[in-house]
């Protein structure tokens, strides 16, 4: 039997199948063997890990500094990869240093990982990484925002431009005309400096001039309830977009 369990520890280990075997009596003696053979589930799971291109590279770190391969798989399957991580970085770092003897670098890893040498971060390095990290969370969220707020910002003004021009060409011309002087006297009493009705002379600058195109999107639906201009969050929320006033008002915070 001495033959058949030594066989039997050198298939189970290294191969990629595994028996278990039952001894076959009439009276005292053995008379034969049954063998019972199966997949062996330690080679699969050490096939799984070599699947996986990280697992498999931590596991070629390991026994690349003397250590077997399914001490080198035990370790990957139990161990946190980022601790395999800095361990094989951490001797390999020392190794080339030459300023300390490490003889057996695969025993060094085995105690390094299992009692988790690497360095314990102080208070202010916490303090750090986690200021860090909500700065880092500002920023998406503000690089998130911005996106949404400009995108809508632009297609609201191209849909106040369109807007506007749809409407005055739609007028007659003496009514178009009454309008324009209208607004442009609204102009001059409120910029009293006549610099607003300088830029103004009906037509296109209704809307291309910034000042101006904000002027024109209060005072026309005051003045004409036929406007049909919306503001930009009931614009928003009709695009999908909710609540863009709060969302506008967090971008504005963030980029202060």
Same mark, same amino acid.
């Not at 199966?38 to 096939?47: E, P």
């Not at 009692?115 to 503000?142: G, S, V």
């Not at 009514?175 to 607003?196: C, I, M, P, V």
């Given at each position: 039997?001495?033959?058949?369990?030594? =066989?039997? $520890?050198?298939?189970?280990? *290294?191969?990629?199948? &595994?028996?278990?075997? /039952?001894?076959?009596?009439?009276?005292? +003696? #053995?008379?034969?063997?049954?063998?019972?053979?199966?997949?062996?589930?330690?080679?699969?799971?050490?096939?799984?890990?070599?699947?996986?291109?990280?697992?498999?590279?931590?596991?070629?770190?390991?026994?690349?500094?003397?250590?077997?391969?399914?001490?080198?798989?035990?370790?990957?399957?139990?161990?946190?990869?980022?601790?395999?991580?800095?361990?094989?970085?951490?001797?390999?770092?020392?190794?080339?240093?030459?300023?300390?003897?490490?003889?057996?670098?695969?025993?060094?890893?085995?105690?390094?990982?299992?009692?988790?040498?690497?360095?314990?971060?102080?208070?202010?390095?916490?303090?750090? =990484?986690? $200021?860090?990290?909500?700065? *880092?969370?500002?920023? &998406?969220?503000?690089? /998130?925002?911005?996106?949404?707020?400009? +995108? #809508?910002?632009?297609?609201?003004?191209?849909?106040?431009?369109?807007?506007?021009?749809?409407?005055?060409?739609?007028?007659?011309?003496?009514?178009?005309?009454?309008?324009?002087?209208?607004?442009?006297?609204?102009?001059?009493?409120?910029?009293?400096?006549?610099?607003?009705?300088?830029?103004?002379?009906?037509?296109?600058?209704?809307?291309?001039?910034?000042?101006?195109?904000?002027?024109?999107?209060?005072?026309?639906?005051?003045?004409?309830?036929?406007?049909?201009?919306?503001?930009?969050?009931?614009?928003?929320?009709?695009?999908?977009?909710?609540?863009?006033?709060?969302?506008?008002?967090?971008?504005?915070?963030?980029?202060?």
């Amino acid at each position: 039997m001495r033959v058949v369990e030594i =066989a039997k $520890r050198e298939i189970n280990g *290294k191969t990629d199948i &595994a028996f278990e075997y /039952e001894q076959i009596k009439e009276g005292r +003696k #053995v008379t034969a063997l049954r063998f019972v053979i199966t997949k062996n589930r330690r080679d699969t799971q050490a096939d799984n890990l070599r699947d996986d291109p990280k697992l498999s590279r931590l596991i070629s770190r390991l026994t690349a500094h003397g250590m077997t391969e399914d001490k080198a798989v035990s370790y990957v399957r139990d161990y946190p990869s980022d601790l395999i991580e800095w361990a094989t970085e951490e001797i390999t770092r020392r190794l080339k240093s030459k300023k300390e003897k490490i003889d057996n670098p695969a025993g060094w890893l085995c105690r390094a990982i299992e009692e988790d040498w690497r360095p314990q971060k102080t208070l202010f390095d916490i303090e750090r =990484a986690e $200021r860090m990290e909500d700065a *880092k969370k500002l920023d &998406a969220r503000k690089a /998130e925002l911005s996106v949404v707020v400009e +995108k #809508v910002r632009a297609a609201h003004k191209a849909y106040t431009i369109k807007t506007i021009t749809q409407y005055l060409d739609g007028l007659a011309e003496d009514d178009r005309q009454t309008l324009n002087q209208a607004f442009r006297e609204h102009l001059d009493a409120k910029y009293s400096n006549g610099l607003a009705t300088n830029q103004f002379d009906g037509g296109a600058s209704w809307y291309s001039n910034p000042w101006i195109r904000a002027e024109a999107t209060v005072y026309l639906p005051a003045h004409r309830p036929d406007f049909p201009l919306v503001s930009i969050a009931e614009f928003a929320s009709r695009n999908g977009v909710e609540d863009f006033n709060a969302l506008e008002g967090e971008y504005k915070a963030l980029t202060r």
